[in-house]
Each structure stands twice: as C-alpha cells, then as structure tokens.
C-alpha cells in the first residue's frame, strides 16, 4: 500500500485502490513523474485512443448529416409553388419586343420577350451577379449594365461577363388569349 | 507509426474531407449549384462509412478481449 504524506497537516494518508492502481501503471510505464508525484486531480485525466476515435466519429457523422441536411434543402421548394399572373395579351408583343412586369409580387420583376424562332420566353428580371435589373438588347441577348454581363435571350446562359448562373426561367400558360406567368424554375 | 494510432489518423482524414464536403455544399446551395448537392451528400455519406468501417472493428475487438 502506498503512502503520501499532505503537506498542509503533514500527515500521512492512504491513497485509494484506484490512484495506487494508477501509480502502479504509471511506474510501469516509464512515467517516473507520477509515482514521485501521486497526486490525483480532475485535469489529470488521460485522453484514451477510443475517446478519440469516438469524438472523430461522431464528428463524421454530424458533417454527414449535414451535408445531407444541404442536398435535401436544396430540394424543397424556395417560394410559393404556382402563383398565376398575368402578363399580356396574346399577340402583343412583336418580334423581339420585350415587356417588364411584376412577378411574384411588386417587390420583384421579370421580362418576357418574343424571340423570333422560339416565341415567348420569360425570365426574372434580376442578374445572377447582383441582382441589377436585366435588359433585352434585341438581338437575342439580355444586358446587364453594372458590369457587363450577358446572357443567351433563348436559354438564359451566361455569355459574358461576372455572372456565374443562368437566369431563372419564368414558366408561362396561355389561356382564353392571355399569357399568364406561371412559377419561376431554376436552370 | 503504431496502428492504433493510424487508426485515428485515417478518421481524421476522413473528418478533414468532409469538412471540405461541407463547406462546397454551402457554397453549391448559395450559388445555385443544386446539381452537385446529392454527389456531395454522397461522398459524405460514403466518407462516414469508411470511417464506421475503420473504427467499429475496433471496438469489437477491444469488446472480445
């Protein structure tokens, strides 16, 4: 049985079976400190290997989870499903004429144009750089002017300039002679 | 390098990749990048298995003995 002496009241106390149990492991494993110095505190305690590898795990799992949480955010939709506006009348626009309407709400705008070869085609009004708003140059083309950038009127891609995505597409309806905007897809 | 600790060398890498998973997944969800979300979720997913299938055994052994 080991023995250590206090050094406030310098009387001699027993350890308890668990430290000299360590004390023991520790000598035996060349840790010559702890049995010169068997004292036993809360900071003292040792980080195992299946602690370790425990907390990595757990760590993985958790990125795991929300990488997947990302993939399934992606997925749901961002705004309201299908919300009808109108937009024009059939056969008001001429060949690559453009109109400027609101959509979904006031606060956000979208361009139809009429594409000679394709028809109507319609999209959100609001570069993918930073958001300024588009405009048809009428040759095919759609023009941001804040800095440049250019996108394919036909299919929405970039041509040029900063922006890094296409412009969402505005999916329209036609019915008794009215075009309406239907929801926005993104490309 | 003793095996025990290559273990948790193995698992760390594997955390650091999927961090690297995490973080492109952000920036593929901010940017619009749907696309590339599921492969991403994928590989985190299969990341997460090899780390399971580098640790479990393990612990089964240590459980053995």
């Known amino acids: 049985m080991l023995q250590e002496v206090d050094p406030r009241n310098e009387q001699v106390t027993v350890l308890p079976p668990r430290l000299e149990s360590d004390v023991q492991e520790a000598s035996t494993s060349s840790e010559q400190w702890r049995s010169e110095f068997p004292h036993r505190w809360d900071e003292d305690e040792m980080v195992t290997r299946r602690s370790t590898l425990r907390f990595l795990l757990a760590g993985s799992g958790v990125l795991c989870l929300t990488t997947g949480v990302l993939a399934v955010l992606s997925y749901l939709p961002s705004g309201p499903g299908v919300q009808t506006v109108a937009v024009a009348k059939v056969g008001e626009l001429a060949e690559n004429a453009s109109k400027v309407f609101d959509f979904p709400d006031q606060y956000s705008r979208a361009i139809l144009i009429n594409l000679p070869g394709k028809g109507l085609v319609a999209y959100r009004d609001e570069c993918t750089h930073l958001s300024c708003a588009v405009l048809y140059q009428g040759n095919g083309k759609l023009h941001c002017p804040c800095h440049e950038g250019l996108f394919d009127a036909a299919t929405g891609a970039v041509l040029a300039g900063p922006p890094t995505r296409p412009l969402p597409l505005i999916q329209l309806a036609v019915h008794n002679g009215t075009i309406y905007a239907v929801k926005e897809v993104t490309q | ?65």
Not at chain 2, 40 to 56: P, Q
Request: net charge positive; aromatic share 10%; charged share 10%.
């Open chain 2, 1 to 65: 390098m003793k095996s025990k600790e290559y273990q948790i060398f193995l698992v760390a890498i594997v955390l650091v990749a999927q961090l690297w998973l995490v973080t492109n997944a952000r920036t593929a969800l901010l940017t619009g990048h749907i696309a590339l979300l599921g492969w991403l979720a994928l590989a985190s997913a299969l990341s997460f298995i090899v780390a399971c299938v580098v640790v479990v055994p393990r612990w089964r052994r240590m459980r053995a003995s």
